[in-house]
């Protein structure tokens, strides 16, 4: 990744742009907010573009993250996960459609997050039953951490978020 001017996420402070949940060890303390344990696999940067996040092992209160959803939702954005279901709109297109299917792309400017720059919102679904902090969850984690409500046939392909960095 270095050959191509790619920089390794190196904070070890949980935050959902730069980490992708893993395993949850669940704290005895339901208010504690998440925190970093160890590293799966590293993430890397290029500039403000978020190329790929750090799998990580956090610790967690329940009112943050629940162990079984936060491990066992479907994620989305991704092609395979061999712990989870994955779901990835280059799904079942075909052998080119893995190449036709664009990026998610989430930058880091100015003191801002950006998920998912490029959604087009489309006409509200009169079906969805997922409240604005519900999809907020599902944008930021790129699955669900604490929602139990079923999660493999969601949309948040359209769906955008910015939040100020901490």
Same mark, same amino acid.
């Given at each position: 990744? $270095?050959?191509?001017?790619?920089?390794?996420?190196?904070?070890?402070?949980?935050?959902?742009?730069?980490?992708?949940?893993?395993?949850?060890?669940?704290?005895?303390?339901?208010?504690?907010?998440?925190? =970093? #344990?160890?590293? @799966?696999?590293?993430?890397?940067? #290029?500039?403000?573009?978020?190329?790929?996040?750090?799998?990580?092992?956090?610790?967690?209160?329940?009112?943050?993250?629940?162990?079984?959803?936060?491990?066992?939702?479907?994620?989305?954005?991704?092609?395979?996960?061999?712990?989870?279901?994955?779901?990835?709109?280059?799904?079942?297109?075909?052998?080119?459609?893995? =190449?036709?299917?664009?990026?998610?792309?989430?930058?880091?400017? @100015?003191?801002?997050?950006?998920?998912?720059?490029?959604?087009?919102?489309?006409?509200?679904?009169?079906?969805?039953?997922?409240?604005?902090?519900?999809?907020?969850?599902?944008?930021?984690?790129?699955?669900?951490?604490?929602? $139990?409500?079923?999660?493999?046939?969601?949309?948040?392909?359209?769906?955008?978020?910015?939040?100020?960095?901490?």
């Amino acid at each position: 990744m $270095a050959a191509f001017e790619m920089q390794p996420i190196v904070d070890m402070r949980f935050h959902p742009f730069f980490h992708e949940v893993v395993i949850v060890e669940q704290d005895a303390d339901d208010d504690a907010p998440p925190r =970093w #344990l160890a590293e @799966a696999w590293p993430g890397h940067t #290029l500039g403000p573009l978020l190329f790929a996040r750090a799998g990580v092992h956090v610790a967690a209160g329940r009112r943050h993250m629940i162990k079984e959803v936060a491990e066992g939702s479907t994620l989305y954005w991704a092609y395979a996960r061999n712990n989870r279901p994955a779901q990835d709109l280059s799904h079942g297109w075909g052998g080119n459609s893995q =190449w036709r299917t664009r990026f998610r792309r989430d930058y880091a400017i @100015a003191g801002e997050f950006f998920y998912n720059v490029d959604a087009t919102p489309g006409p509200p679904d009169p079906e969805d039953d997922l409240t604005a902090d519900e999809w907020r969850e599902l944008v930021r984690h790129r699955c669900f951490v604490r929602c $139990a409500k079923p999660h493999g046939d969601r949309f948040p392909y359209d769906r955008s978020h910015r939040e100020p960095r901490p």
